[in-house]
RNA sequence: GGAAGCGUGGCAGAGCGGCCGAAUGCACUCGCCUUGAAAGCGAGAGACCCGCAAGGGUUCGGGGGUUCGAAUCCCUCCGCUUCCGCCA
């Protein structure tokens, strides 16, 4: 949520830079509602004000005076009332107006709003020269005996996975593999955090009010809940509506996590196999920073997630999204993609971004400097990363000739085997 | 699910319907002292909103009510604690 100072302030550009995004910013609107909103309180506090004035003379007045202050100050009770009526109203319009505005895309990032319109930033490691046609992640999975898809679908439909075995287990190691990399070497702090949250706590991070329909919704009794899509959202509203010391940031926080998304509007795409499903693991970091210093957290950050491929010796690329194509609440976005011989490209496996003090103003995340001035703190998240489309990698990636899988060395002290054999 | 109790500032903890935004202690900030630190001494400071400012308003779990006036009285909701039941 953005202040609405700033956006009616000429020198923040806010129209060109919502129009990157394609959102049309209503300024007159907003400006209108901000107005009426503020009028209105003025009025309510100065009513307010004369009735404290009149309450407290009342009990020094005579008694001939008296009976005319109290008549007065019953008057006022309705025109507190009135002014308080219309300021509740607007303050309701303001907020709804306000919650509904993106974040302002970087001036850095390209025009654009597909993720054709990315921009290169890096690749790392070298895609494999294959001397035979590369399996798909699903071919190679049942081949291994590790997935089941057939059986998902009939326990709860298309978009979900059983995995098997060895293919258990190594989703198992692989988590743990993350989150000891993330604590002990990147020095974030682990957590084990609800999976059912509030609308409030969906608020706090941007996926309500607008996107609803993109998450499953839980409701027992009158109690409504709802199933987080990304851990990013517990971990940021971990500190909702909280003062934060300057002096005790950056917090750096971790967490796996299963995700649940509705995958509304993707029909037909990415059907097959681990890329696209309604539940998945993932391992979240989130950073919590000083404002100031919110895009030199986001390289720290992208660093993060990449030591992970790097450790594991996956092919990859860093793309900055472009303006148009990154999600609500963010300013800047790196996406990481991984190499799937079996498309012949790379696909998205994190995204690393800075949200800048958007998600902390809705939240409430506060921050206070030594010398007693407050502000918002800013808020980062990546993927560090998703387990299920890092095991497609890592099955794509380090399949061989024979139909065997190569496991990445980093790996084998969780999974205690090396290679994956085809079952006869 | 049943019974009882409790919800005050970062924490602990006072608080007669007006003199309470709220005593006190700890923590905090800034000085002094010290080679440095601790201790000690002194001073300061809650948060949020409107306002260029002066200033004003709100805030004692949330909401509603009584009253000219409520942290203080009433209703209601929420949360927490303890006991019982049930349960992983």
Redesign the pocket.
Known sequence: MHDP?VLLDPATDAVRRLARRGYHLDLAQLEKL?GG??AA??R???A??E??????A??NASPEERPA??ER??EL?STVAAAEEEHKTLEAELQDFLLGVPNLPADELPDGSSDDDAELVRTWGEPAQLDFAPLDHVDLGEKLGILDLPRATKLSGPRFAVLRGQGAALERAIGRFFLDLHTRRHGYTEFSVPTLVTRATMTGTGQLPKFEQDLFRTEVADRELFLIPTAEVPLTNLHARE?LPLTELPLAYTAQTPCFRSEAGSYGRDTRGLIRLHEFSKVELVRIVDAERSREELEILLGHAEAVLQELGLAYRVVKLAAGDIGFSAEFTYDIEVWLPSQGRYREISSVSDFGTFQARRAGI?T?A???S?GFAATLNGSGLPVGRTLVAILEQGQQADGSVRIPEALVPYTGFDVLHPEQ
């Open positions: 100072r901000l909103r503020n309180i003025q309510g506090d100065e307010r004000a009735s404290k004035r009149i309450a407290s009342v009990k202050l109290v100050a019953r009770k003062t506060r206070r030594k010398d007693g407050r």
